[in-house]
């Protein structure tokens, strides 16, 4: 009979470092001293008791030294869940290296195009996660016109792409694709984009649309930012390899900024009816999630070193194409969505960028920074309310 917490086939990477994330889960109560001691006597003995040490094992997971059966039993759930993302891309209306435009407006749409720009670190298929559960769809079904600028994996040159190569180079030169002047959306570290190239570009963007956009990264705690860029030293050499910066070091950074949370939603999702809805939202997600994409060196180095480091974009000192970025200059109507849970982007740090913008509407969803705009209560949160806003003239 197969245990209920076997790993079953590897059909996933996830949860992505697994190894920090056990050994995270492991901190999860204080292992005194003597503990460790019993654990070393026990495993470095030549010829141990083996059954003693298998009883021993269910002490060592009281005493938090290995991770217990319920999180285990939860990553192997969602490893051999059955469920695969299986959605067809809409049509490329334009593309350049890596990066495409999606078009997911109905076949001659005339409608106001919306342009949504995702971040540089994860995939931009957030937006349009399940068949019935897709921003992008429920706009284009509303009778708008979503675009999606998918940027698709760093290869060759792109590899060593600045800030100033995406918003100066690819994403204008994607809007100036679109025959009408967009509304230009942009999510987490897009936002910040999308904002240097509505400054950039205003006789081709006429709204802005920012959503989980962070701009005051020293807003909660200064000290924690400024530690980032002591990483980089430690990421070179894997900027020399690979040209970039890897999947799982990303994954690290995102994980250190909640250590325990990875294992609280595994610990309830293996508890999961795992046929539900629910349960399928989450293996969705979290295939997601696992599914990055390696950042360019220089851009990392700017994120690390200048935004989080040097907090340039709330300093003023933040340029693309030597250009300061100023929100402050743009009178465009805006629409800037701060999620009240957003563990990623803390509320404090949008809002920063809310109050620059001369003519921002204000929207506080319930949700988390990916719960927003692909959560189960998504579309009652910010799907509807953005729709109407969008449909304002």
Known sequence: MTRPDAPGPLHRLGPRPLMLHLMLAMQRKPASSSAWHDVWKTWSAGSPDWKAAAAQVESFTSAGLIPDAKLIAGIAAYRRHPWRRDMQDPPAIWQEGSARLLDYGAPGCTAQPVLFVPSLVNRAYVLDLLPDHSMLRFLAAAGLRPLLLDWGFPVGEECDFTLTD????????AVAAVAAPVTLAGYCMGGLMAVAAAQRRPDLVRRLVLLATPWDFWAVDAAQACRLPAFLPFLEPAFAFGGGMPVDALQMLFS??????????????GAQDQNSARARMFVAMEDWLNDGVPLSAPVAREVLG??????TPAAGTWRIAAAPVRPEALAMPSFVAIPSRDRIVPPQSALALAQLLPVAVVHRPRGGHVGMVAGSGAKAGLWEPLLAWLKQE
């Open 166 to 173: 995406y918003v100066a180079g690819r994403v204008e030169r």
């Open 256 to 269: 250190l900024l909640e250590p325990g949370g990875v294992g609280a939603k595994y610990r309830d999702f």
């Open 306 to 311: 200048g935004w989080y480091g040097r907090n």
